[in-house]
C-alpha cells in the first residue's frame, strides 16, 4: 500500500511540474503516462523521484520502446530547459 501511495504522489507532482503535457509532442492528452528516465528495474534509488520521471503521452511512450537509453539525455535536457 506504501508503494502504491508513492506511486500516485509521484505521478501527481510530475504530471503537476509538466502540466499536463507530453513533454515530446506537447501535446495535452488523455492518455498520460509517467516514463522513468533511467529504467525503474535498473535505478531503484530513483523510483520516487520526480527528477527521473518526464510526462509522455501513451503513443510516444510507446515510440520509444526499447531505445530508452537514446533518449535519456534528451529527457534530462527537456527537464532542465535546454530544449
Known amino acids: 500500500m506504501a508503494q502504491r501511495r508513492e ?3 509521484l505521478r501527481a507532482e510530475v504530471l ?3 502540466k499536463h503535457t507530453c513533454q515530446m509532442c ?5 492518455k498520460l503516462e509517467i516514463h ?11 523510483r520516487f523521484d520526480p527528477g527521473n ?3 509522455l503521452c501513451s ?3 510507446f515510440s520509444i520502446r526499447n531505445k ?3 533518449y535519456e539525455q534528451f529527457f534530462y ?3 532542465h530547459g535546454k530544449r
Not at 26 to 30: E, G, R
Open 7 to 9: 506511486d500516485a504522489a
Open 16 to 18: 503537476k511540474r509538466d
Open 26 to 30: 506537447k501535446k495535452k492528452k488523455k
Open 36 to 46: 522513468h528516465i533511467h529504467k525503474w528495474a535498473n535505478a531503484t534509488h530513483l
Open 53 to 55: 520521471c518526464i510526462t
Open 59 to 61: 503513443s510516444c511512450h
Open 68 to 70: 530508452e537509453q537514446y
Open 77 to 79: 535536457e527537456i527537464l
